[in-house]
């Protein structure tokens, strides 16, 4: 059996409540699958709108062995494309980020302007046309400052009205057009891609191994969690009535897949997630008047959650690299006007997330050896505390169901309920 029927076989009959096979998470070509299927097709978010303020600006990354330029054109654009050239398929740019007047391959210097139209081809000949070479483009949206991408094939991007209309509202607040990235953090954590967002999904491991995290954030996000303290949940409801009434969109939103999720909650304790729960940064985001305005999360799967504050914001991005190896990318965003060492520490600014990262990475990375044991076996989610992770599995199931039963010649399965 090739790994495409395997793989839709053992969605089709897998039980819901509990975790994914042993081979979603450790086989190279179940790895294959998910980066066609999910990486392939999805949106992505790639960066941030402010790393690139200026017409030449530029970042990169890869998605799987497909390499991406993101650039800001002379109009203001932003722009996606695959940082491939047109001639033999050299990197055009080879740097993370940069500038540049326009985008000059260095194997041959082929020259393209910001926007794509290849400008200059040397000996190729009078029957040579450059207008049928420029750059292939990939999708490209922004809102509220992020930058996503999908490298799907021309007309068959996922809708993004939906996401904009439901996320936007919350963002624009922050103002992260103007803010700037403070600090940035690479970390590859030797495990699979949805180990490390399933990690995320949860707070059921929080008590037990984030102490830092724990000085400002709850492990609830609920009035309706049964668990959760009542003077928090009195909190919850407090903050939103305050919210509501400075015209702060708070109420949890989510898409009917679950693939994204948007909600603003306050903190256990503090306005800020430092280690003492005092805001890091003296100047604001955006027009903001209050640091305390909990934190708006935002969940983008298959590749993102962010903690937007009223001081600094979170950004949070994975790139799976092997089928047990991922990047995990966080930036601190502050206000573009705030001076470190004058409106902000660095190391007051980073020093919960630079632990709570390193921490997850060896949870992540203890999972994966566990379930390379010829011992593991998929196993029960707490519904009361593990919704999160359950809730990513169904989405992830049923995009890859979806996906592998409109293949030509794949045969189907009755499902089984279990």
Known sequence: MDAHQHMLELLQTRRRDYSLPQPFYNDPEFFRLDMEHIFGRAWLLAGLSCEIPKPGNYFTLNIGDTPLLIVRDREMQVRAFYNTCRH??????TKDKGTTAKLVCPYHQWTYELDGKLLFAGNMGADFDPKQFPLKRAHCETVGGYVFVSIAPDGEAPD??????????????????????????????????????????????????????????SEFDSTDDPRVDPKFAERILRKAAEWDAHGLPNRVIHSPDNRYR?????????????????????????????????????????????????????????????????????????????VEGVDYDLDNLSRVWLATNDQDRVLAEENQLGINSKAYEPGPYSQSIEFGVQNFIDWYTGEMTERLASTPGARRLKVVAR
């Open 262 to 338: 948007v909600v603003r909650l306050p903190f256990a304790h503090g306005v800020s997630m430092t280690m003492d729960g005092k805001t890091a940064v003296k100047r604001l985001l955006g027009r903001l008047k209050s640091s305390d305005l909990g934190s708006l999360r935002l969940l983008s799967l298959p590749n993102s959650w962010n903690h937007l504050q009223g001081d600094h914001a979170l950004f949070f991005r994975v790139l799976p690299l092997g089928p047990q190896e991922t990047l995990v990318t966080t930036k601190w965003l502050v206000h573009k006007d705030a």
């Open 88 to 93: 033999r398929g050299s990197r055009l740019c």
């Open 160 to 217: 993004f009205t939906a996401f904009r209309r439901d996320v936007e509202p919350y963002m624009v607040p922050h103002g992260l057009e103007d803010a700037k990235v403070a600090f940035e953090s690479n970390i590859v954590e030797k495990a699979n891609w949805k180990l490390v967002i399933e990690n995320n999904r949860e707070c059921y491991h929080c008590a037990g191994n984030h102490p830092e995290l724990l000085k400002t954030l």
